[in-house]
C-alpha cells in the first residue's frame, strides 16, 4: 500500500471556475512521471488568509494565486522574491517547511513565449504596453532587464500610466502617457495589450496609426477564438498578433520549477489542451 501523500498544489482564485490551471500542471505531472494533486479553490478576499494559513498547516506545498488576489496576498508571505517585489505581485507561492514565500512567473512566462516560442527579440525594440493596471505593472521589469530601445506605457487614464512609471526610478527607458498623447509618428515593434479591452467592451479604439506591418502584437488576455485585439491588430495590418495561452503556460512551467525543481517541457501543451494553432497567432 502506497502510504505517502501526494503532495499538494492548487490555484487560488475568485471567480476560478475558468481556470486552465489544474489541467495544465496535470500534464506537467504526466509528462515528469511525477504523482502530484492540484486543485483549483474558489477562495474570496475574506478566506484568503485563512485558507493560505490552512493549506501550509496541512502540509500544502505551492499554490497560483489569480485575480483579485495577487497584490493582497503580499500581506501573508514571509519572504518575497525580488522579481515579485518589483512586479508588485505575487502568482506564486512556495510553501518551504515553516516559511511561505511569494514569487511571480507571469512576466517571465511572457518573455519565455515571446522569445522561445515566437524568436521575438526585444532587445533594441521600441516596445508599447496597452494598460497601466496590475497586469502592466508585473511586465515592465521584465521587459526592461532585456534592453528594449524604449518601453512607453500609455493608458487611457494618463495619470496611472505616470504614476506607475514612477515606481520604476525614472528608468531612463521608460515613459509613461495617455493613450491619446501617443506621437502619430511613432510606431512600435511590439504592442502588448495588458488592458481588459475585449473583456469590458468588444469595440477596439486605440488609435490604428501605432501598427505598423513590423508590429508583433500580443493579448495578455487569452480565449478559444482570436481575441478582439488580435482582430484589431490584423485589420491595421500588424506583422502577427499572438494570445496569452502560452504565457498562460509558461508561467505555470516556472511556478512548476520553484515547487518541484524540475522544468516541464510546454512545446506541445497547446494541442494537448485544446487549442488550435490558428486561433492563437493571427499572421499576415
Ligand atoms: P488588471 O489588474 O487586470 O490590469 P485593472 O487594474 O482593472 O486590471 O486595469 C484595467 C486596465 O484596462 C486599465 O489600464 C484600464 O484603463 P483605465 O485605467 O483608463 O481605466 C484599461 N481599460 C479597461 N477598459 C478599457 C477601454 N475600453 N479602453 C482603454 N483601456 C481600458
Redesign the pocket.
Known amino acids: 500500500m502506497n502510504i505517502i501523500a501526494k503532495k499538494q498544489y492548487g490555484v487560488i482564485g475568485d471567480p476560478i471556475s475558468h481556470t486552465q490551471s489544474p489541467a495544465i500542471h496535470k500534464f506537467f505531472a504526466v509528462q515528469l512521471k511525477q504523482d502530484i494533486n492540484y486543485k483549483a479553490f474558489h477562495i474570496t478576499q475574506h478566506e484568503l488568509k485563512n485558507f493560505i494559513h490552512e493549506f501550509q498547516d496541512k502540509g500544502g506545498e505551492g499554490l497560483n494565486i489569480t485575480?483579485p488576489h495577487k497584490t493582497a496576498v503580499m500581506e501573508y508571505v514571509d519572504e518575497i522574491n525580488p522579481r515579485a517585489e518589483r512586479a508588485g505581485a505575487i502568482n506564486t507561492l512556495i510553501f518551504n517547511k515553516n516559511k511561505i514565500i511569494g514569487d511571480n512567473t507571469d512576466g517571465i512566462g511572457l518573455i519565455n513565449d515571446l522569445e522561445k516560442n515566437f524568436h521575438q527579440k526585444i532587445k533594441n525594440k521600441n516596445v508599447l504596453i496597452?494598460?497601466?493596471?496590475?497586469?502592466?505593472?508585473g511586465i515592465i521589469s521584465p521587459l526592461l532587464e532585456r534592453s528594449p530601445s524604449s518601453l512607453t506605457v500609455a493608458?487611457?487614464?494618463s495619470s496611472?500610466a505616470i504614476n506607475l512609471v514612477s515606481q520604476f526610478q525614472q528608468h531612463p527607458l521608460l515613459n509613461g502617457i495617455g493613450?491619446n498623447e501617443l506621437d502619430a509618428t511613432q510606431t512600435f515593434d511590439i504592442i502588448i495589450n495588458?488592458?481588459?479591452?475585449g473583456i469590458?467592451?468588444k469595440?477596439i479604439?486605440?488609435p490604428s496609426f501605432i501598427i505598423s506591418k513590423h508590429s508583433v502584437c500580443y493579448d495578455l488576455s487569452y480565449q478559444m477564438d482570436p481575441t478582439p485585439f488580435m482582430k484589431w491588430c490584423m485589420e491595421n495590418n500588424a506583422q502577427c498578433a499572438i494570445q496569452g495561452w502560452g504565457m498562460l503556460i509558461e508561467q505555470a512551467s516556472e511556478s512548476y520549477y520553484l515547487w518541484r525543481q524540475i522544468k516541464p517541457d510546454t512545446s506541445s501543451l497547446l494541442q494537448q489542451l485544446g487549442i488550435n494553432a490558428s486561433s492563437q497567432v493571427l499572421r499576415r
Request: proline share 0%.
Open positions: 485575480l496597452l494598460g497601466a493596471g496590475g497586469a502592466s505593472h493608458n487611457r487614464n496611472k493613450i495588458a488592458t481588459s479591452i469590458t467592451s469595440t479604439d486605440f
